[in-house]
């Protein structure tokens, strides 16, 4: 059974990174370096400028997941492939505010599959900042876990949570 994943969050989060961690082989990325258009020379950085993909098989499923830009100039991209998806991971750095990923989740709750989908926040970036206030992100009513994107061990692990949730194997309920 096909499950089709959105990942995304704000610009930096780890999306790109998490993305290419579920099965490297089969990573489709749109990363473009960046440009400092004030000195004219291309940066270090990279940053996604289209849809990035990547497929794992899990049991009697097969996750689609789709790694979304972070930027708002991209929200075109955000309504086309915000149709009629399964679950959605909303990764979100914990030194960003919460608002932004209110933004998202105020965006994609618009979305006819977002009621009856999956989802979950994944903090990044903790090694970087501390996370002042957890039960901040427990509002949303969402499961919430901290993920270091870099790691194939803890994608791993949230792959086969996913597993577990669409097996039925596991319930989450609204927290």
Known sequence: MKKKVIVCGPYNAGKTTFIKNINPQEFIGTEE??????NLIEKETTTT???EMNFSKKETH????????GQEKFDFIWEII????????FLHPAY??????KFYVDFFSKTNSFSK??????????????INNFKTFKQFGFPVKTIDPRKKEEVSEII??????????????NL
């Open 33 to 38: 370096r960046e440009f400092d258009v004030e």
């Open 49 to 51: 400028v289209g849809i």
């Open 62 to 69: 097969q996750f689609l997941f789709f790694g979304l830009p």
């Open 82 to 89: 915000g149709e009629n998806f399964d679950g959605i991971l």
């Open 96 to 101: 960003e505010d919460v608002r932004k990923l």
């Open 117 to 130: 989908a999956f989802k979950m926040i994944l903090i990044t970036h903790c090694d970087e900042a501390k």
């Open 160 to 173: 086969n949570f996913i597993t577990k949730i669409f097996n039925g194997d596991l319930y989450v309920k």
